[in-house]
């Protein structure tokens, strides 16, 4: 999904700074990157830790310039009853996706003021944070975090001239999603969504990208949806309720 | 509403009056420990900051107090209940999402869906998890508080709501 983000913002001309918890897997995306022709630096990260942030964003300064425009996507999700979940479990997702965002954004900010610039920031969230998702509780909290402190975000910065907004994706299939990228993984998925399909993630980056351009002057503190009706679906008529307990071989189980 | 907790344990973490004066109105015994038929979780936000002025340990303070400790606090409810093959009810209370500072914006939006998920994951064990996001502190919290506890709101679960016009 970041990589899609990434792409999107290398096609509207930007020069992109690919920031990854492994130097490997963000000089892999970065030479996706660099292949459509603008200027690209990758460097690794762990966006939980202040000090890593404030390294990374040195380095991509130094070698691509100031950050004027930020994506936060870094996360982790697995499916699993909350009576299994560790505090460990419970901290990596939660602290990737709620710490990592604020700090990012917070440093992006302090950056922004000090060069008395403006800028714009644009989050992953997920379709399922107003309506709880049983059998991933770490990811529910973390990814409505994400979409709740877009809004307070939006109004701290719009005095700095920053504009905070999210995405809450539905499911769009990539090589590391959890039910895959196989057309027996999705089948069964496309069949529970209205637009009659899982999304592109080209879809997702194209949104992301045109939330942060100046197309989009004036719109901040927002979260879109895009989920092809996914989260919409009448409830009347959904099939019989299966306890989550019950349903570890679905296609977001555990087995 | 005399009587609609008699005989309930109730285990109070986090300090309010209202609330607490409601439950023992209703009958409620209140405990700092142990096993008990209802978690009570208070939790209110830190003075608001300017996101770019909040430190990482403030950060991390309002996020421990604001959602990590009421995860573990559940669980650890849900856990004991469960084996003692009984139900519950868990009321968090905190501050409205966006009446103080971006730490409270992330734990409040975070605590509302996880009430939501975990109500759905236990429903079927007779575990109920709702949450009052408030500033007042007046009776009509502490009233809602004791119905949200009692068999009367047997129906009520995955509930996220206010008390007045302003949450």
Known sequence: MGLAMAIAFAQGGAAVGVMGRSIERAEEGASKIAALGVPVHATSCDVRDPDQITQAFN?????????????????????????????????????IAIDGTFLCSAE????REKAGRGGAIINN??????TGFPGDAHSAAAK?????????LAEDWAPLGIRVNAVAAGFFPHESSTSGNGAEAISPLQNMIPAGRTGQTYEFGWLSALLCSPLMEGLTGQVILQDGGES???SLMMPDF?????????????? | MTGWLDGKTVQLIGEDPAIAAALEEAGAILVQEGESDCLVHIARAPAPKLAHHITHGE?????HAGLDDRFEAAKLFNEAARSAQRGGAILFVGTPEQQAGADQAAAA???????????VEWARDGVRVNTILTNENGPALGRMAAYLLSDYAAYVTGAVMGIGLND
């Open chain 1, 108 to 111: 992006f900010a302090r950056r």
């Open chain 1, 242 to 255: 299966v306890p989550p307990r019950e349903r570890e071989d679905g296609p977001w189980g555990w087995k």
């Open chain 1, 125 to 130: 969230s997920a379709q399922y944070i107003w």
């Open chain 2, 109 to 119: 939006g975070a605590l509302g869906n996880l009430t939501k998920s975990i109500a």
């Open chain 1, 144 to 152: 409505t975090a994400q979409a709740t402190m877009t809004r307070k």
């Open chain 2, 59 to 63: 950060w991390r303070a309002a996020m």
């Open chain 1, 232 to 234: 919409l679906r009448r």
């Open chain 1, 59 to 95: 380095a991509t300064e130094a070698a691509i310039g100031p950050v004027s425009l930020l994506a936060n996507n870094a996360g982790a999700n697995f499916p699993v009853l909350t009576e299994n979940m560790s505090m460990n479990a419970w901290n990596a997702v939660t602290r």
